[in-house]
């Protein structure tokens, strides 16, 4: 067999859209190479169709299925020592390289002998440097001063900033000495040398310790500057989450313990644990804080609200003249406040887009309720007047700052309606036709001004579609643009920045078909930040628009079957309420129901998780949903009695089917038939 010059490997779990753009960047990147190249895609247990997806449009990839989640230094490894290539590539599924990338790194690592391993400058979906690009060892010193915030206060200090090691330029080559797992390419005599990835770690650290390693078997690291990739998830994707607190710190003292001395190792693994609870506390104060300040901000409104009202009553209207009792503020006014707001919110008055009649609906049936009850409390039984001014006034509150944000974020007063993006195509007009047709099929909120061509337009459509131009919201709406394609034509790609500007642009979609990686790359680099303009690609031939808003977000896409029932605000609140309503009975009954289980002690197991929220009784198994979408005891596909077993393409089906039509009746159906299941994992 001849000589393999590049081994690329991927791991993939349940992200089917970035593993497809991806592959195809590294379709075109190998065919430029020049030489003989394997590719291996190493799935762990995805039940998105990410594995039909590769056998069907990647046969020349070597797919290697796993039948769990055995981590990514695992999976990376059983395809590494299968692979034959003289360097070996670990890459992302969420990133995108340049049709050269790998020639590009080839011949460099061919010029330096002496490098083991090599990354990359790369580029979150809105074209900006990551950072952990070029880091360096996070010795305890360096660990020190990046987990207390040090290193991003001081980027560029020599003596702070060397985890990022932001004191050395983006655009030139280092030797450096931790490279990025998410594209770490080695030479394959080294890692003979030094070993594979450590099992130890299951997720981060695992490429710290491998970078260590190489450096301490003689061989040196380096950032190249000459090529670029894009990643839709850098190191600070999940920083406000828990779970990657815990994942990403804990690894640092796996590493401490490996390679420093014993006695330093349980210095730092102190240091270590206590930053994890500090920044894991942090995390929580920050999800609890954003979700909490919109309802806090209604809170404290229609509080001033009351006790102005109180004291406007004690005053005028009250028929003995004397204060009301310090309870009232104290404790009646915070209950009602708190039955309004629980109302408003189970009626959608922080869904989106918002309405007037939700709120109104939500306050109404919140004074009802405590108009009733008030009568059973004597104690506390005050003004009913009070209560309903309280109620108008709370209306005229969560109405008004919703207007007020409103008008200060769109200039105008049209609170439920959402603002469409004004959105243009970068591509020629078939794949723009196609980009229209697969943003109204996924119902995306947006405003297709038009395409630009990647290719040279004629002199007369490009000037003529800029001097011409007036911001769409000027435009007459029963007379809008014509559907021509050539009237639908904005210029060509060197007038970008101007057609931005002129159309006020909130987006451009990329058409993979007409643009390299290397175009879109330079675009996204190049074009202003300001205003900000979002960036998604289209890939060739594929039915996913993908893209990232920022390097702090994770990567998002536009897909078919977007608006799912299921996934609507409304019936997210009705599912939860009937998870705790249900969890809650099944553990009151448990003494008696859990002789009917199969599995006893999974069954008052999953009680908990599904009433702590980290489980869901019915819902997905064999279809991906959202990203937060909790994971289910039972699928649909569970109720169908059949001789013979469903294939997968059968039970997803069958879950699109229940994700597009649910009603809560219908997981009480499942729970019902499926009953002695509730225990499985």
Not at 196 to 206: I, N, P, Q
Not at 227 to 249: L, M, P, Q
Not at 296 to 317: C, I, P, R, V
């Amino acid at each position: 067999m001849p000589a393999v010059k590049l081994t690329v490997v991927i791991v993939n779990y349940n992200v089917c859209y970035f593993l497809e753009q991806a592959l195809l960047s590294v379709q075109k990147a190998v065919a430029k190479l020049g030489a003989p190249a394997e590719v291996f895609v190493v799935d762990n247990n995805s039940v998105d169709g990410s594995v039909a997806m590769v056998r069907a449009r990647f046969p020349e990839v070597i797919l290697i299925e796993n039948k769990d989640n055995p981590g990514f230094s695992k999976a990376n490894n059983q395809a590494m020592r299968l692979a034959r290539g003289e360097y070996v590539l670990l890459l992302n599924p969420d990133t995108v390289v340049e049709e050269d990338t790998f020639r590009a790194c080839c011949d460099f690592m061919a010029a330096h002998p002496d490098g083991g391993g090599l990354g990359v400058t790369m580029l979150d979906g809105q074209g900006k440097f990551l950072p952990e690009s070029k880091r360096g060892l996070p010795t305890p010193l360096v660990a020190f001063y990046k987990i207390f915030g040090l290193a991003s206060l001081f980027p560029k200090s020599k003596t702070f900033g060397r985890y990022h090691l932001g004191f050395l330029p983006k655009d030139r080559n280092h030797e450096i000495e931790v490279l990025s797992g998410a594209f770490m390419l080695m030479r394959k005599t080294a890692l003979d040398q030094v070993g594979l990835l450590d099992e130890d770690y299951f997720m981060y650290g695992e490429d710290i310790d491998l970078s260590y390693r190489l450096m301490q078997g003689g061989w040196k690291n380096y950032y190249f500057a000459g090529t670029r990739i894009i990643h839709y998830k850098g190191e600070s994707t999940k920083r406000t989450s828990v779970n990657y607190v815990f994942v990403f710190y804990r690894a640092m003292v796996i590493f401490a313990r490996k390679h420093f001395a014993p006695q330093r190792a349980g210095t730092f693994s102190l240091l270590i644990n206590s930053a994890i609870w500090l920044r894991a506390g942090v995390a929580v104060l920050q999800r609890v804080l954003s979700q909490a300040t919109p309802v806090l901000l209604d809170a404290s409104l229609m509080y001033a609200g009351m006790y102005f009202l109180k004291s406007y009553w004690e005053q005028n209207h009250k028929y003995v003249r004397t204060d009301y009792p310090p309870e009232f503020m104290l404790v009646a006014v915070p209950a009602y406040i708190l039955v309004w707001l629980t109302s408003a919110y189970f009626s959608g008055a922080y869904d989106q887009p918002t309405k007037t009649s939700r709120i109104v609906r939500g306050i109404f049936v919140g004074t009802v309720v405590i108009s009733a009850v008030s009568n059973f409390f004597d104690a506390y039984r005050f003004s009913k007047a009070l209560i309903i001014l309280g109620g108008a006034w709370s209306i005229a509150a969560l109405v008004g700052r919703r207007l007020g944000s409103h008008f200060l974020r769109y200039r105008d007063l049209r609170l439920s309606e959402r603002r469409q993006k004004n959105v243009a195509i970068v591509g020629s007009a078939a794949e723009s036709r196609r980009v229209r047709h697969l943003l109204e099929s996924a119902a995306v909120q947006a405003r297709i001004i038009g395409y630009v061509t990647p290719d040279a337009a004629p002199e007369s459509t490009a000037l003529s579609a800029l001097q011409a131009a007036r911001p769409p919201d000027s435009q007459d709406p029963k007379n809008p643009r014509p559907q021509d394609p050539k009237d639908d034509q904005l210029g060509e790609v060197r007038q970008l920045e101007d057609i931005i500007r002129i159309y006020a642009l909130d987006e451009l979609i990329f058409c993979g078909k007409d643009l390299s990686a290397s175009q879109i790359i330079t675009l996204m680099v190049g074009l202003p930040q300001h205003p900000p303009v979002a960036y998604k690609i289209l890939p060739e031939d594929s039915e996913y628009i993908i893209g990232s808003s920022s390097k702090d977000a994770p990567g998002d896409y536009y897909a078919l079957d977007i608006a799912l029932s299921l996934f609507q605000p409304q019936q997210v609140r009705n599912k939860r309420v009937l998870d705790v309503l249900t969890s809650l009975g099944l553990l009151l009954g448990a003494p008696g129901l859990v002789w009917l289980q199969k599995d006893k002690a999974g069954f008052v197991r999953n009680c908990l998780r599904v009433l702590g929220g980290t489980r869901t009784w019915v819902g997905l198994r064999h279809m991906a949903g959202p990203k937060n979408t909790r994971r289910a005891v039972l699928s649909p596909a569970d109720a169908t009695r059949t001789g013979t077993p469903l294939t997968e393409a059968t039970r997803r089906r069958l879950e699109l089917l229940y994700a597009k039509d649910y009603e809560p009746s219908t997981d009480l159906t499942l729970l019902l038939r499926c009953f002695r299941h509730l225990g499985q994992e």
